[in-house]
């Protein structure tokens, strides 16, 4: 049976010993992260504290030798580690950063024990589909020497090496194969879930999966190996497979040393997430009645400097403009800082909005409020909200989460 991952949430100090210490956190573990810390100072996951790490506000999870650690989103004290595990799940799949549409909601409840192993289960699952469905060929450049003359001699070359053997040829062509870019990233991510997962059951599939792979030169993959796929029509079934396969391989760090606190993290920004999510469920949900755009921009200062709101909405009939930013954090007295203030008293006038909203999480049965800005636009008032959304209904990630902001702008 797996071993279940430690469970945190953003922001928690755990330490082995101390003034932080908890009982699941090794002398072991805090070592493996310093050892991390120090070859990665600029991480944004974390940080070190006597005995032990503060996580920031990223969250996911990070998997140290055998350890899987989860670091969970949470707002104020209502649920518990499962909740908000599921919680995370669920926005992950919203924002199509967990592509689980090949596996069921019973599936990856029953064998995914922790959001490391989802990924490694749906990455398997996308490479098995491929694999049924037949692994694209394409042409790949090859330069060596050949029996018989086939594609174009390259005379320098062919003079050295062949001033002996007249037989052969040293020649530049193409071959028609399975060894190309595609497969040999897939294979790494591969290789990579077989060092590093703990479940059995996922090393005997990736046994069978290598098995059945094509024979393929290794690679030590980098941000600019994706950089050179090329949009085509026959990388579409390919595209799911890679976006894992690049989570996976671009956030490794092998233990070059001593070969056995190999580190993989898979980790979001809970602000992006939660901006995102929002967007999200908003366009999916009201897009008949409003017109919703992400990161829409304007110029603001001189030839290039510009603001973005995270979502502008508009009323298709009304053509009434609203402006919402989202901050994912507990607001304390239900006072914004003078900067969120100024920046939604800027989109007001650049979208003539009078109305804008400062959407929060709701974390302690907070109450909405609304205040004019002092100084009118076009001789009317106008106006931001501070409102607080409820995360949670009932145990589970809300729902009607969307309806709610809407009720929010009317």
């Not at 949670?392 to 929010?408: D, P, Q």
Request: charged letters at 25%.
């Amino acid at each position: 049976m797996l071993k279940p991952p430690l469970q945190f949430f953003e922001y928690d100090k755990v330490a082995w010993k101390g003034k932080w210490e908890r009982d699941v956190f090794s002398e072991k573990l805090y070592l493996a992260f310093e050892k991390y810390y120090t070859a990665n100072p600029e991480t944004p996951f974390f940080e070190l504290i006597p005995y032990g790490v503060r996580f920031k506000q990223y969250v996911g999870a990070i998997q140290i030798g055998k350890t899987t650690i989860e670091i969970l989103p949470k707002v104020g004290k209502e649920g518990n580690e499962k909740v908000w595990q599921n919680v995370l799940l669920e926005m992950l799949k919203v924002c199509n950063l967990l592509q689980a549409k090949q596996t069921s909601e019973a599936n990856l409840k029953l064998k995914s024990n922790s959001v490391l192993e989802l990924y490694y289960e749906l990455y398997l699952n996308e490479v098995e589909l491929l694999i049924r469905n037949g692994l694209i060929k394409k042409y790949q450049p090859q330069t060596g020497q050949m029996k018989a003359l086939k594609g174009a001699l390259q005379f320098a070359q062919n003079i050295s090496k062949n001033n002996i053997h007249k037989e052969r040829f040293f020649t530049k062509h193409t071959i028609y194969t399975k060894d190309h870019l595609l497969h040999q990233i897939l294979f790494e991510a591969l290789k990579v879930i077989e060092q590093i997962s703990n479940s059995a059951l996922l090393k005997d599939r990736i046994e069978r999966l290598k098995f059945l792979f094509p024979e393929v030169k290794n690679i030590n993959v980098e941000l600019v190996h994706f950089t050179k796929i090329e949009s085509s029509r026959k990388h579409i079934p390919y595209l799911k497979a890679l976006t894992i396969a690049k989570l996976i391989l671009l956030n490794y760090k092998p233990d070059i040393k001593g070969g056995r606190e190999n580190l993989l993290a898979i980790m979001f920004d809970m602000n992006i997430l939660w901006e995102e999510y929002i967007f999200r469920i908003l366009k999916k949900n009201h897009s008949q009645e409003f017109q919703i755009l992400s990161q829409n921009k304007k110029l603001f200062w001189g030839v290039n400097q510009k603001v973005k709101p995270d979502v502008v909405i508009t009323h298709k009939e009304s053509k009434k403009v609203y402006v919402l930013d989202t901050k994912w954090k507990v607001l304390k007295n239900r006072r914004p800082s003078d900067e969120d203030l100024k920046q939604m008293y800027v989109y007001n006038h650049h979208w003539e909005s009078q109305n804008s909203i400062l959407l929060y999480p709701n974390g302690s049965n907070q109450e909405n409020k609304t205040g004019n800005f002092a100084l009118p636009m076009s001789a009317r008032n106008h106006q931001c909200q501070i409102a607080f959304a409820n995360v949670l209904k009932e145990g589970k990630l809300n729902k009607g989460l969307s309806a709610e902001i809407i009720s929010y702008l009317m």
